[in-house]
């Protein structure tokens, strides 16, 4: 089973500053990586997928990168409506894998 | 507009059985593949199982293997997940959520998810 790493466990940021999260992988999943934004009591939605591409309506302040084992997911400039949990997603191997989430938190 | 709705889950003994559906709406059923996640509270995601658009291949998480069940039903735009011998860990909202493009890759759509709690 391939574990996902996700750091740091909080961000803590201000609207408008830039957000940088990460996820390692325990083994290379190549490109096959996703992105989720969850909201208190909501089912997530997927932003990311396939390390860099964004997923249907999602505003451009959302990019990701990165191959192999280390991922980012760069929020440019932080709307009110961003601070929530996020998590990356693999799906080189089954099971499917989630990292453990980065909670993105007003400071 | 895509809709997945999941059934009502409920309060379960350890030990006991539920089944799990999930309704969806708005888009050709039989084309896409579909999976089943759970978030324990508090917690975080955990992929449970996916069912192909015709039914197979069908992968589960060993977590729930051998106790989990997933089907499908195209005719009625129906997803299934017959849950048996549940544990207090398996307490947790249940989500379906459909495969993006078909795929069994990534997960665009999700139902609003359902709360299953195991306990005595």
């Known amino acids: 089973e391939i574990v996902l790493t996700q750091s740091p466990a909080t961000l803590s940021l201000s609207p408008g500053e830039r957000a940088t999260l990460s996820c390692r992988a325990s083994?290379?999943?190549?490109?096959?990586l996703a992105w989720y934004q969850q909201k208190p009591g909501q089912a997530p939605r997927l932003l990311i997928y396939d390390a860099s591409n964004r997923a249907t309506g999602i505003p451009a302040r959302f990019s990701g990168s990165g191959s192999g084992t280390d991922f980012t997911l760069t929020i440019s400039s932080l709307e009110p409506e961003d601070f929530a949990l996020y998590y990356c997603q693999q799906r080189s191997n089954w099971p499917r894998t989630f990292g453990q989430g980065t909670k993105l938190e007003i400071k | 507009e895509v809709q997945l709705v999941e059934s009502r889950g409920g309060l379960v003994q350890p030990g006991g059985s539920l089944r799990l559906s999930c309704a969806a709406s708005?888009?050709?059923?039989?084309?896409?593949?579909m999976n089943w996640v759970r978030q324990a509270p508090g917690k975080g995601l955990e992929w449970l199982s996916y069912?192909?658009?015709?039914?197979?291949?069908?992968y589960y998480a060993d977590s729930v293997k051998g106790r989990f069940t997933i089907s499908r039903d195209n005719a009625k735009n129906s997803l299934y997940l017959q849950m048996n011998s549940l544990r207090a860990e398996d307490t947790a909202v249940y989500y379906c959520?459909?495969?993006?493009?078909?795929?069994?890759?990534?997960?665009?759509?999700w139902g609003q998810g359902t709360l299953v709690t195991v306990s005595s």
């Open positions: 083994q290379s999943v190549s490109s096959y």
């Open positions: 959520a459909r495969g993006q493009f078909g795929d069994p890759y990534y997960f665009d759509y």
């Open positions: 708005g888009f050709t059923f039989s084309s896409y593949g």
């Open positions: 069912i192909s658009s015709s039914t197979t291949p069908i």
